[in-house]
């Protein structure tokens, strides 16, 4: 039972170029998240999937797009990266939406130069 | 809008000292009252949490409390250890935007020997 897997753990990109962030979890979670963790802040919501096929808008969306074609992983796309999306990306998973626990992967930390 | 407030946002404590972070949430339905723990460059892991049915739950020298009149929740961290320094969060939702999971700003825990 490996929980949430992030793929990958880093990466450099050079502006304009685009890249995929995979989240995969194996916990049969119908809620899965994106946030992104600028040093020394908080967690902020970029999108959201509240089951397969579904997605939504979260406090930062703009420049990212999402896609939850299957229910074990939540795709995060950069179509023309930006330095100010250099930060730490986070997936999550929970059973619930405010009501359990949220399980989170390990990070990618992005560069984007 | 803001749908939960962390503070303080930092907090400096001498080793063995107690430590206090509240969280102040806007929805009265919320039922459901996690705290979260990230120490430097891992991923945030859930720590303690509380349901609406009690006040107060502790775990050895954790505990949080709730006050759903003044819909607020603390944590509280006794006999503070170097090993509890970490940057710590709560979480909120709003019942009408399921998936929406917010979290507080985080506050940062320095716990000096």
């Known amino acids: 039972n490996a929980g949430v897997t992030q793929t990958p753990k880093f990466r450099v990109l050079k502006t304009g170029q685009s890249m995929t962030l995979l989240c995969a979890q194996d916990m049969n979670h119908e809620y899965m998240y994106w946030y992104r963790q600028d040093p020394g802040m908080g967690l902020r919501l970029i999108h959201y999937?509240?089951?397969?096929?579904?997605?939504a808008k979260g406090e930062v969306p703009d420049g990212y797009n999402v896609s939850r074609l299957k229910k074990q992983n939540f795709l995060l796309g950069l179509e023309s990266a930006a330095p100010s999306q250099t930060s730490v990306y986070f997936c999550a998973s929970s059973y619930s939406t405010g009501k359990t626990e949220a399980f989170f992967g390990q990070g990618t930390r992005l560069t984007v130069v | 809008g803001e749908n939960v407030e962390q503070h303080p946002s930092t907090l400096s404590v001498q080793e063995g000292d107690s430590a206090v972070i509240k969280c102040t949430y806007s929805?009265?339905?919320?039922?459901?009252f996690p705290w979260y723990k990230q120490e430097l460059g891992k991923r945030p892991q859930l720590i303690i949490d509380i349901r609406s049915n009690v006040g107060e739950k502790k775990d050895q020298r954790i505990a949080v409390t709730l006050n759903k009149t003044a819909k607020h929740f603390s944590l509280h961290i006794t006999e503070t250890q170097p090993e509890d320094s970490a940057v710590y969060f709560c979480?909120?939702?709003?019942?009408?935007?399921?998936?929406?999971?917010?979290f507080g700003k985080g506050t940062k825990l320095s716990v000096k020997p």
């Open positions: 929805d009265s339905a919320s039922n459901y």
């Open positions: 999937s509240v089951g397969e096929g579904t997605t």
């Open positions: 979480d909120t939702y709003e019942e009408r935007s399921q998936g929406n999971l917010i």
